[in-house]
């Protein structure tokens, strides 16, 4: 590319929402700015935004314009997909973007909670593939008492009829009386897993939530609610993934 080619650097990262284009140059000038794996210092640097795998403080700067990441909180009673041959309400009645979306990864229609939503392939691929680990977590309702060592039986593992399933983490989140909620920790994906997990221990699941996914919070989005991933939650996303 020529020196009159692309675009400066601090427009690129100002336009994909790091900061004032003064805020981006004092942060080339540190050396917190990476182009295709190598330290810019210089402020009229041009690169193209949609090519180009910019980083900052060692985390990835989406700059591609058409690119879109949201986060949904789908309700229960909702079907995982955009879409639904049977006429059973999909993720689409919630979504009001012109892009075309995919949703990563799927819950149970009983189940509600935080699906991520994008039309950048590969990381949706990376984030819903079971060998870069990306953590789930999930509250589940259960009937306690629960005994004391059943975080050590979900951690060690337990036989289902696909094979052998573990919880990475797992700890009583809230209890009142017999109505006990669990917070358990997963990196697969395989189809009702946390269902099947606890019913094999002899905690049938009353109802369930995921609440996080890798490093993307719910936090207090409402069932039904969905928004726009930030800047930084992107970035996060892509260091889960070693993008």
Do not use: W
């Amino acid at each position: 590319m020529s020196e009159n080619e692309g675009v400066r650097l601090q427009k690129v990262l100002a336009d994909a929402g790091i900061g004032s284009r003064r805020h981006c140059e004092e942060l080339i000038g540190e050396g917190r700015v990476t182009v295709d794996g190598k330290k810019v210092f210089r402020f009229g640097e041009r690169v193209d935004p949609r090519t180009a795998v910019i980083h900052v403080d060692g985390a990835r700067v989406e700059t591609r314009a058409e690119m879109r990441y949201y986060m949904i909180n789908k309700p229960r009673g909702v079907v995982s997909t955009m879409s639904d041959e049977r006429g059973r309400k999909s993720l689409a009645d919630y979504v009001e973007v012109p892009e075309r979306l995919f949703h990563v990864g799927r819950l149970d229609t009983d189940t509600e909670g935080l699906i991520l939503l994008t039309n950048d392939g590969e990381l949706a691929h990376r984030l819903t593939h079971p060998s870069f680990g990306v953590d789930k977590v999930y509250l589940a309702e259960v009937h306690g008492p629960i005994p004391r060592d059943l975080g050590k039986r979900l951690r060690q593992g337990v036989m289902l009829e696909d094979g052998p399933a573990k919880a990475d983490r797992f700890r009583i989140f809230d209890q009142a009386g017999r109505r006990v909620l669990v917070e358990i920790t997963l990196h697969e994906g395989r189809k009702h897993i946390v269902r099947r997990l606890l019913k094999e221990v002899g905690f049938p699941v009353q109802q369930l939530a995921r609440v996080e996914f890798g490093p993307i919070k719910l936090g207090q989005l409402s069932p039904g609610g969905i928004r726009a991933l930030t800047t930084r939650e992107v970035g996060e996303l892509y260091k889960a993934v070693g993008m």
